[in-house]
């Protein structure tokens, strides 16, 4: 079956410190790779996605590329700030349409980021 | 766009006791989703709706837990005889089904069984 295997947490680090939370992925054919973000109080949102293999998704400075060879979707940001401090989870869908489309999730990593 | 919303917040029931969750979807959202988080743990799939229709269910939903989405707008999700082990978040996110798959979720219910 499909499964998502994130790096073990939390994650502690200084303002403006280079981030990287690894993701890997267990999947048949070819998945779309997500990254959620969960601030505290609040609903799951969408961070970032990629769709194909070598898909680079980024927002708000995050980034992660699809790598179908290493079966990754390793997540980095270069400067973190305190307001990035949340929990992460990578997740994939198998498709975008019918059953495919629901997510399978890792467990999540706490980020806190120290002034 | 008001965004998902899920209520209650937060329920508190004892052992044995029915609960009802209700989840409006972002208007003309025709997928919708239900998942359930435990404490240290990613989000797991429950069950999904296409408008009305329930397209799949976990294994994890138990006889015991029933959803439904009447008219494909609102859904509810019924657990009854609770069990300390439902204790969880419930998650509700929907979907407008174009092939960009984003999902939005609502900040979930808690519940607690004691």
């Known amino acids: 079956g499909n499964s998502v295997t994130q790096m073990e947490g939390p994650v502690t680090l200084s303002e403006e410190a280079f981030l990287t939370i690894n993701c890997t992925y267990t999947?048949?054919?070819?998945?779309?790779l997500f990254w959620y973000v969960q601030y505290p109080g609040e609903g799951l949102q969408l961070l970032l996605k990629a769709t194909k293999a070598d898909d680079k998704g980024s927002n708000k400075g995050f980034e992660a590329t699809y790598r179908k060879e290493t079966t990754s979707f390793h997540l980095e940001k270069g400067s973190v700030q305190v307001s990035d401090s949340a929990v992460y989870f990578c997740a994939l869908s198998r498709g975008a349409t019918g059953a495919n489309s629901k997510l399978t999730f890792g467990k999540g990593i706490t980020l806190s980021v120290r002034p | 766009d008001t965004g998902v919303s899920q209520d209650p917040r937060h329920k508190i029931t004892k052992r044995g006791q029915n609960v009802t969750f209700r989840c409006d979807p972002i208007s003309e959202h025709n997928r919708l989703y239900w998942y359930r988080q435990t404490l240290g743990q990613g989000p797991e799939f429950l069950t999904y709706f296409q408008n009305e229709a329930q397209l799949e269910k976990s294994r994890l939903l138990s006889d015991r837990f029933s959803a439904e989405r009447p008219k494909g707008s609102f859904s509810t999700l019924e657990i009854q005889r609770t069990e300390q082990g439902d204790s969880a978040m419930y998650l509700c996110?929907?979907?407008?089904?174009?092939?960009?798959?984003?999902?939005?979720f609502g900040a979930g219910t808690r519940l607690s069984v004691l």
């Open positions: 999947a048949t054919g070819y998945p779309s």
């Open positions: 996110a929907s979907s407008p089904g174009t092939a960009k798959n984003i999902q939005y």
